[in-house]
Nanobody
Framework: QVQLVESGGGLVQAGESLRLSCAAS????????MGWYRQAPGKQRELVAG???????NYADSVKGRFTISRDNAKNTVYLQMNSLKPEDTAVYYC???????WGWGKGTLVTVSS
């Protein structure tokens, strides 16, 4: 059974940083393309960042240069480092597969950025 547990969200001010974590069980993150997604109130879920097994990354235009996706194979965890946060980054953030395969969605972690 695959479980993806997101954590690290919180309330921050504009310009501050957060690091989100996605602890995976039932899959090996190093052998799966992984992504971070977000859903803002009243909006559809969107891809924020993706990481292939080969280490290539893909970012939404709105977060390029500010967010970085990475993984720790030993911890089987995927991270999203978010810098220079903006109020429009406020959303629930989720991790899941990227490009090839997806699993059930976790509960996500809420990020709230105040102006």
């Amino acid at each position: 059974q695959v479980q993806l547990v997101e954590s690290g969200g919180g309330l921050v001010q504009a310009g501050e940083s957060l690091r989100l974590s996605c602890a995976a069980s039932g899959i090996i993150v190093s052998t799966n393309a992984m992504g971070w997604y977000r859903q803002a109130p009243g909006k559809q879920r969107e891809l924020v960042a993706g990481l292939t097994t080969g280490g290539s990354t893909n970012y939404a235009d709105s977060v390029k240069g500010r967010f970085t996706i990475s993984r720790d194979n030993a911890k089987n965890t995927v991270y999203l480092q978010m810098n220079s946060l903006k109020p429009e980054d406020t959303a629930v953030y989720y991790c899941n597969g990227f490009l090839i395969r997806w699993w059930g969605w976790g509960k996500g972690t809420l990020v709230t950025v105040s102006s």
